[in-house]
């Protein structure tokens, strides 16, 4: 795993002038009118190794939506403040079904598979609240985000969550569903607003390979999370950080990590390295298809696959 | 991850001694009545280092049935056998679903969610075949593990094999359901037999983590599996090797891990060790309860998760 | 099917003795707090005959919540309004689930199996609005019903309405499901006021039974339903009135019917009488436990099983 | 309901002549290799009056494979035999899945939905065997039809049950998932080889409508089948006859009616007539394209809806 700097970022520019070079970058997610503006065509990525750099190519300083990787940084969020207390109402097993399926919800009466498929990511939304207004339970996030990778810049794009206030049915659906199980402490618009925002975050790659850096536990990141927590984050990612595609990603690139429909992926080589790859462009399973390439390709240059 | 292995020693017996001292073994799989016979209170523990040495504890030389840990063999076999084509006729998805469930292949129409279920394993058997009768391919399959272990007194269990296959009808359900999708090129009693026969496999936990090391790629491993195929079976068996457990233990241990209904585990340090657990009582997932426990506490103390 | 009038009086009388000696009344619908308060020990029935007489036996005069009878009223305000387009929306096969079921949804991508499951229901209440206000909608519905029962005296319970718009957590998560999939043309919130005012009518067994004679096309009923559009709300109550508990309506009673989780079932014997039972306590399948034994004595009494 | 024979029979004729001329006849059931060699623009019709009469047109008299018109007398005769002990293995309620769906019958741990579904005639099947030889079950399935027809010319035809024998997979599937719920008290093949048997009884139209008489309940039908067991066997015929096109049979024919995949369906008129349809072609639910027209355009003709 012995991986020199310098190889290491003359392989991502290349990789990021191989993958301008394609054509094949996805469909953008169109169920949210705001992410639909985006061009599918961009690329970044940003590499936060251990010794503290950040390497970078393509458009790594581009803002994205991270959409669902902020259920990464929300669960650590409730973990800190909770402890284990949440794996009463949300459970970790991978779904084996699509991000925003209600159908597992009604066999399992209302207890979401995992907090990173939509339903349990309300759970977990829900727990942050804590009797708290909204505006605090953001500010604790954006705030923890904004420690996490060193950078005060970072903020929620508004016009993003109006947009899925507005359109965002199948997400009210699993609200409410959610309160008709009692799995919802907050009444469902509180919870959901609360939810729009926190996935209307914007970052660029280079900031979210930063703020990994906690979960990879590396040695220069800011000691704001307890290492048995990182091992748990780094745990359901792999096993549930791509829903239904989860499976095909622990297969190809051997290392845990989290999608959003924004087309970023945070992907973790524990005690390494963190990760940041982003390309709006989705496969089928609603996963950046630009940005599981380069993650594979990223794998498979450094050997940073933990399984070998 | 260096670990003294006088230490480790120290601490397997340690926690042989604390197992036994224990209640709260399980129950034994009542499904298969040649298995039901197994007294639950048993416990055996194996690990093979990097350095060639294989620390015990327990029972560690008592044969058992292997089940399903087998599938983690065949596959090998499999893949060595013809490469990547296997895919067309399996997935390599966590399933979210009982080891035996029949319910996603009719909603996948025939395709199995992994090779690690036992509608998948099916399949990968019936590759196996390959044209040939079921003795050849038992055969190969005996040579592989034997070859693998380094020892060769590894055989079939007659008795349990045909206990299976006058009592496993919804074994004999999946394959013929299989069938009707034209997922099953063989008539189905034959894979069944050769997979009743796979899986009364009887080995030692000793003798199956010593199998395990080429899968842990560790340097003194006979070269049988070439790294990447390793390192796919790592990955399957990090998201389905514990059927609608699968997560719980990525999330508990954080290493690959494929259990069996005989009690049996095989558990992976990539590049460090390799690691079998033995307890015939099961918890409700089908996974051996001390077993899991074992691993558990094995990988707290090694720090050997994958997960930092 | 020749009824002597005054032995069925009889027979009516001597049937709600027999009720309400019994203790086995069944539970009272908790889900909606105002149906909550509902005393479960209570029992109506009227039975509207071809010739105009209406029989009576027990609380015939008392009102209750009819709730999803409701559901076939709407649907012939619908059938009437715009004719067969409503089955481009909505599918008329039973759907072996509850009555709030999403999974079908899920499974059938928005469409729900039948109008009398609530998702069903939603989807033609919001056929009903066709660019109108809620009130207006809801008017047409009352009107129809006064009509066809030849009874002003028939309003909405707005507590009953506004008890199930502060707890209907579970008809919302449909409303935004079915939006979701484009299978709602309005807001949700103004399809789920219209759905639960209308769900909030109250009738007596008396009014129920004759505002049921058209769809039984006696002789006397007001001309407001066309024969076919009778046999068709007449096919759908046989195979879909009960939820999942309509196969057994169909072989213990013989005759179509909707019941409503107010305990009110509303039974027509096609041509020969229009029959309304009425007992708060429900079954398992949230259908009336005394009302569906009533409607089965009654069916043995007078021999009007459409089977025979 | 007052029909002229001497009209309905100039009605049988027309209608043949206008099926002739129609080109959509849909498709031959492929999966049995002996059906799959049917020609599918064959069309016949009977119809058996209260009279005595029984009415003809087409290829009344040409014999077809009942096939799951079979599970009708199947159940009689059970019914017969054993009373109502049968649901205790069995539902009455319709499936909403596809004929030979396994689906259900795992959610609902091995008791099918109800007995016209394959999982519930393989119940039925095996509960007719009841200790005896299959050739001796099948012998009073013969006999009871041969009665109920008034005709010794009805036999097995053995070239089908052999080739459903080597080709039921999705059968021998569901046989065996019941034997491992325990709902199955003889060997799966044992059943199996019963079941494939009583499916291949070959009948012409006149003989079915003839054996359903008793059905029907018609005066002059020989008395070997009780009223009330005969309205039941009608109440699931329009629940459950025709697997998920049930509701849409009810919805457009308005009578009790069990469909075979052979292209046959016995149609019940309760106390007026028995009809019964045959054209091989199927529709998308595996039930005669051509019959379900054909009884369609009967019941209008004669109104013998029972739905008004």
């Not at 010794?51 to 190519?57: I, M, R």
């Not at 300083?61 to 669960?75: A, C, P």
């Amino acid at each position: 795993m012995d991986i020199d700097a310098a190889e290491l970022q003359s392989f991502l520019t290349d990789l990021d002038a191989d993958i301008r070079a394609r054509a094949d970058w996805g469909e953008v997610a169109d169920y949210i009118p705001e992410l639909a503006k985006v061009a599918p065509a961009q690329f970044g990525v940003a590499v936060a190794l251990a010794d503290g750099q950040v390497l970078q190519a393509g458009a790594a300083d581009t803002r994205f939506s991270i959409q669902s990787v902020s259920k990464v940084f929300t669960l650590a969020c409730v973990l800190g403040r909770s402890g284990e207390q949440i794996w009463t109402r949300v459970g970790r097993e991978p779904s084996g079904t699509r991000f925003d399926s209600i159908l597992l919800l009604e066999q399992e009466k209302g207890r979401p598979r995992n907090p990173f498929i939509n339903a349990g990511a309300l759970v977990t939304t829900d727990a942050l609240l804590a009797g708290r207004a909204p505006r605090e339970a953001l500010s604790e996030v954006l705030a923890f985000l904004r420690l996490a990778a060193g950078d005060e810049d970072i903020h929620i794009d508004r016009a993003v969550a109006l947009s899925e206030e507005r359109t965002g049915f199948r997400n009210i659906a699993l609200a409410n569903y959610l309160k008709s199980f009692n799995n919802m402490t907050n009444p469902p618009e509180m919870t959901l607003g609360t939810y729009f925002h926190q996935c209307a975050i914007e970052m660029t790659a280079t900031q979210l390979a930063r703020a990994g850096r906690m979960i990879a536990q590396l040695p220069r990141a800011p000691a704001i999370l307890a290492p048995e927590k990182a091992r748990r984050l780094n745990a359901l990612m792999m096993t549930c950080g791509h829903y239904d595609g989860s499976g095909d990603f622990a297969f190809r690139v051997g290392l845990p990590g989290k999608s959003g429909v924004g087309g970023g992926i945070l992907v973790i080589a524990p005690g390494v390295a963190s990760i940041a790859v982003w390309s709006p462009g989705l496969n089928l399973y609603g996963n950046s298809h630009m940005g599981t390439f380069a993650a594979e390709q990223i794998a498979r240059f450094t050997g940073w696959s933990v399984f070998g």
